[in-house]
Each structure stands twice: as structure tokens, then as C-alpha cells.
């Protein structure tokens, strides 16, 4: 049982808009800064969001990041073939002293 | 870009010991943070470790606490996990990965390509 909840998928055509909801407590989200990764099994995670809503260079705008009390929102727009991989939210929590994820969301684009 | 380097992994009997290490390939390594993040087979990502850049501070997931003990060698741009009594359940892919800031541990900019750690008899 992870601390951040996600949805175990989602999913949309190409073109298409999703997002991924990441619900979390106070001590975690409420107060602190949430990042976000993608990740292929088999390759390196990457980060694509930071400081709640801070994209890294050369992640495209299409991918963007909010924060809203407890829970946080990934959103990508013009969805594409190579997006489909697996994404988590991250954060510091205060209580836990220690830094904990999102279950994970596995994206498919239909 | 900084390029980091997992080794020491492999297959351990239950209760065994394993030593991981990570290399980064520039001396900045020193002034980040560091975190083991695996991926258990069939589960998501999970923070294991992190320690700061000083090594004045560590934290641990509950389910490593006592077993698992993180240190770095800032002379040597190198970070280790110690793994003992090790269980089935720690089977998985070890990633190291890097903050950009001193003490904190979200943000893990920099990851490397991941170890296999598989925990059988």
C-alpha cells in the first residue's frame, strides 16, 4: 500500500489529453514540493516534473505539473505513442522522514 | 550530463549479504544528495535509501530499516548499499539516483540504468 495514491491506469487516444491525479495527506503533498517520473521497466526513470510544476530541459511543454492542498496532477496534451510508460508522484513526508512515491499510473495511449 | 554507474549486484541466497555500489563520472557528486530507488518485479518504484551530501543525514523505508545501510565516499564520487538479511522480497532492479540540492531527496534528477538484485535459494 503505497503513502501517494494513484490510479492504476489511464488511458486516451493520440491527440488526446490525460491526467493523472496523485492524492496524498499533509504531511506529505500538504507541505511539501511534489515531482513527478516516467519509467519504461527496463530503462532509467526519468523526471519530467519538479517543484510541483518545473519542467527539466528538454521535457516538452506538452507534460505539465499543479498542486492543489493534498494532491497533485500530472497532465500531458497531444498524447503520443512513446508516452505510454509508467509515471509516479514523489515527495518528502514530514512524518515518515523519508521520501515516498505513488503507487504508479501506467499510461496506454489507444 | 553527470553519468552514474551501478555494480555489485546479482543472485543471493536468503539471509545473504550484497554490497551495491554507484560511481559518478564527475566530482560534483559531492554536493547532492543521494537515493536507492528499486522496482520489485510486478510492483512500482520504491525509495529503499537516501543519504545527504555531507552524510550528516540518512533515512530508510520502514521495510529496509535495520537491514539496509547507506554511506558514500565523496573523495571516490561513489555510493554504497549495504544489503544484509536479505529476503525474497527484496528482489528487484536498484537504481542510484541524485538530487540537485545538498539535503533534499525529492527532485532525483540523475539516475543510472539499475542493478539486478534477485534473492533465491
Known amino acids: 500500500q503505497s503513502v501517494l495514491t494513484q490510479p492504476p491506469s489511464v488511458s486516451a487516444a493520440p491527440g488526446q489529453k490525460v491526467t493523472i491525479s496523485c492524492s496524498g495527506s499533509l504531511g506529505n503533498i500538504g507541505n511539501n514540493l511534489v515531482s513527478w517520473y516516467q519509467h519504461l521497466p527496463g530503462t532509467a526513470p526519468k523526471l519530467f516534473i519538479y517543484?510541483?510544476?518545473k519542467r527539466p530541459s528538454g521535457i516538452p511543454d506538452r507534460f505539465s505539473g499543479s498542486k492543489s492542498g493534498t494532491s497533485a496532477t500530472l497532465g500531458i496534451t497531444g498524447l503520443q505513442t512513446g508516452d505510454e510508460a509508467d509515471y509516479y508522484c514523489?515527495?518528502?513526508?514530514?512524518?515518515?522522514?523519508?521520501?515516498?512515491f505513488g503507487g504508479g499510473t501506467k499510461l496506454t495511449v489507444l | 550530463e553527470v553519468q552514474l554507474v551501478e555494480s555489485g549486484g546479482g543472485l543471493v541466497q536468503p539471509g545473504g549479504s550484497l554490497r551495491l555500489s554507484c560511481t559518478a563520472s564527475?566530482?560534483?557528486?559531492?554536493?547532492?544528495?543521494m537515493t536507492w530507488v528499486r522496482r520489485a518485479p510486478g510492483e512500482g518504484l520504491q525509495p529503499v535509501s537516501g543519504?545527504?551530501?555531507?552524510?550528516?543525514?540518512?533515512y530508510y523505508a520502514d521495510s529496509v530499516k535495520g537491514r539496509f545501510t547507506i554511506s558514500r565516499d565523496n573523495s571516490n564520487n561513489t555510493l554504497y548499499l549495504q544489503m544484509n538479511s536479505l529476503r525474497a522480497e527484496d528482489t528487484a532492479v536498484y537504481y542510484c539516483?541524485?538530487?540537485?540540492?545538498?539535503?533534499?531527496?525529492?527532485?532525483?534528477?540523475?539516475w543510472g540504468q539499475g542493478i539486478l538484485v534477485t534473492v533465491s535459494s
Open positions: 514523489g515527495t518528502w513526508d514530514s512524518d515518515r522522514q523519508a521520501e515516498v
Open positions: 539516483a541524485m538530487s540537485h540540492c545538498g539535503g533534499c531527496y525529492s527532485e532525483l534528477h540523475h
Open positions: 564527475e566530482s560534483t557528486f559531492g554536493y547532492y544528495a
Open positions: 543519504i545527504s551530501a555531507s552524510a550528516g543525514h540518512t
Open positions: 517543484e510541483n510544476d
